[in-house]
Each structure stands twice: as structure tokens, then as C-alpha cells.
């Protein structure tokens, strides 16, 4: 089955840092990425749209200037948590779309950030 | 914003015994899929039911779909303690491409 890896799958960072996080689909082609952040024991939370060769399209209320998101090619996505503080905290999942197979988005196992 | 509600939010039942969890939804949808997640982990697609089926299974798996009253329900039959996990609806709607998740059911399977 196709295969979505994420990196690094934790990191801790001091506030007022930048953390990049990366997606890659390993075993097919994703021109549509998505970006997720989960807090503890609630559910996922849309954050931004992600497609290659294009600008993200954020969700209402996520500040594209704070987390930055780059599509540079059909197997990877990169998100950058700016000046992070500690409620920045959170687990932070991508899911990427078979370029092939419309519905179904293949997740990644996620990358747990703590910001001190 | 979340379109799904979920019930229960947590669900404990002995190892054997049917676990059912329900998911409603606001507006119309292309399809409606089931995620797994253990705990601190990634997602695990499960079934994806489309919006002119009633009914599917997927092994122990069976789900339902009612778009009259825009609920899903998944059945998952003799359970096990690996299907401790939470469990998540997600829908597409029907004229987009994005998964809006429920709040999900938090299982656990005693043996």
C-alpha cells in the first residue's frame, strides 16, 4: 500500500525557533498534501492544503506567515513552524493524495513538536 | 471546524463483545470514510462508504450510512485488545477534496 514517512517524527525546541517538519509520499506521485495538527485527545484539525508547484490554502484561522508550507515537488511537502512558542506544542500530521486514486489520503505517522 | 460528532466519545467493552460508535454530520457529503489511530501514531484508513451506498463491510468491519439523517455508524464485531485505538469519521463533502474529522470514539478492548 502506498506509504506516507514524516521527519522527524519528534522534536523538541526552545520557544523563538524554527522547526521544519517534512512529508513524502515514498511509493507514489501526490500533487494534493495535507497538513493536520492534533492536540492531546481531541481529533484532527484541517490546518492547510498543500499543492505542488502552488501556494498552500490555509484554514480559517491558521496564520500562513507562522507556519509555513512549501510543495516543491509531487513526493514532498515541508512545514515550518516560525518562532515557535509552547503552544505550538501539538502533533502535527500530514496526509498525502494518490495522484491516481481521487478519495483516499494516505497519512503519515505524525511528528510530535515540544516547544520549551 | 469539525462536521462530525461522534458518540461515544469512550467505549470500554470485553474482548469478544461488538463495539458500535455512531457519527453525525452537517452537510451533504461525497463519501464518508472510518479512520483508526493508536495511540501517539498515525492514521489507518478503514472503509470509505460513498454517499449512494447504505451499507458495506470490510472483515470484521461493517458500516452504515444514512444520508437522510447524515449519520454513519461502524459496527466492528468480536473485538480484540489490538482494536484498542480511537476511532475517527472523516466526510468529503460534495463539491471539495478535504477530510473534515468527527471528534472521535476512544476504544478500549479488555481482554
Known amino acids: 500500500g502506498a506509504v506516507v514517512s514524516q521527519h522527524p517524527s519528534r522534536v523538541i525546541c526552545k520557544s523563538g525557533t524554527s522547526v521544519k517538519i517534512e512529508c513524502r509520499s515514498l511509493?507514489?506521485?501526490?500533487?494534493?498534501m495535507f497538513w493536520y495538527r492534533q492536540f492531546p485527545k481531541q481529533s484532527l484539525m484541517l490546518m492547510a492544503t498543500?499543492?505542488?508547484?502552488?501556494?498552500?490554502?490555509?484554514e480559517q484561522g491558521v496564520e500562513k506567515d507562522k507556519f509555513l508550507i512549501n510543495h516543491a515537488s509531487l513526493t514532498l511537502s515541508t512545514l515550518t513552524v516560525t518562532s515557535a512558542h509552547p503552544e505550538d506544542s501539538s502533533f502535527y500530521i500530514c496526509?498525502?493524495?494518490?495522484?491516481?486514486?481521487?478519495?483516499?489520503?494516505?497519512f503519515g505517522p505524525g511528528t510530535r513538536l515540544t516547544v520549551l | 471546524s469539525q462536521q462530525g460528532e461522534e458518540d461515544p466519545q469512550a467505549l470500554s467493552i470485553q474482548e469478544g463483545e461488538n463495539a458500535t460508535m455512531n457519527c453525525s454530520y452537517k452537510?451533504?457529503?461525497?463519501?464518508l470514510q472510518w479512520y483508526r489511530q493508536n495511540s501517539g501514531r498515525g492514521l489507518v484508513h478503514l472503509i470509505l462508504?460513498?454517499?449512494?451506498?447504505r451499507e458495506k463491510h470490510s472483515g470484521r468491519l461493517r458500516v452504515t450510512l444514512d444520508t437522510s439523517k447524515k449519520s454513519s455508524s461502524l459496527l466492528i464485531t468480536a473485538s480484540r485488545a489490538a482494536d484498542t485505538a480511537s476511532y475517527f469519521c472523516?466526510?468529503?463533502?460534495?463539491?471539495?477534496?478535504?477530510?473534515?474529522f468527527g471528534g472521535g470514539t476512544r476504544v478500549l478492548v479488555k481482554p
Open positions: 496526509s498525502a493524495r494518490d495522484l491516481l486514486s481521487w478519495d483516499e489520503q494516505f
Open positions: 511509493d507514489f506521485q501526490a500533487t494534493t
Open positions: 498543500s499543492n505542488e508547484g502552488s501556494k498552500a490554502t490555509y
Open positions: 452537510t451533504s457529503i461525497n463519501n
Open positions: 462508504i460513498r454517499s449512494n451506498e
Open positions: 472523516a466526510t468529503v463533502r460534495a463539491a471539495g477534496n478535504k477530510l473534515t
